[in-house]
């Protein structure tokens, strides 16, 4: 499975950026994708989930999957600098592998 992320950015606090996460591979083999996201020092943190069975998170965001294009997004709107942070997309095969994509920076700025 190979996972390309985008959509990362600069934006102001209250701003607006949808992050994608496009699947290739043996897509069939995923049971469910995460965000997660990290600033130095410290350790990813779970950010969304969407799982294949309809169990979903994403806090504040939103996560949604267009199946035809094999993608997950992450709609995250009203952005705090907080949020800043590079993200990154995971996916969890049904054998418990994982993958993961290369990061994407979202920079918000006050």
């Known amino acids: 499975v190979q996972l390309q992320a985008s959509g990362g950015g600069l934006v102001q606090a209250g701003g607006s950026l949808r992050l994608s996460c496009a699947a290739s591979?043996?897509?069939?083999?995923?049971?469910?994708m995460r965000w997660y996201r990290q600033t130095p020092g410290k350790q990813r943190e779970l950010v969304a989930t969407f799982t294949y069975s309809g169990t979903n998170y994403a806090g504040r965001f939103t996560i949604s999957r267009d199946n035809a294009k094999n993608t997950i997004y992450l709609q995250m709107n009203t952005l705090k600098p907080e949020d800043t942070a590079v993200y990154y997309c995971?996916?969890?095969?049904?054998?418990?592998?994982?993958?993961w994509g290369q990061g994407t920076q979202v920079t918000v700025s006050s």
């Open positions: 591979g043996s897509i069939f083999s995923i049971n469910a």
């Open positions: 995971f996916a969890l095969g049904a054998d418990g592998a994982a993958y």
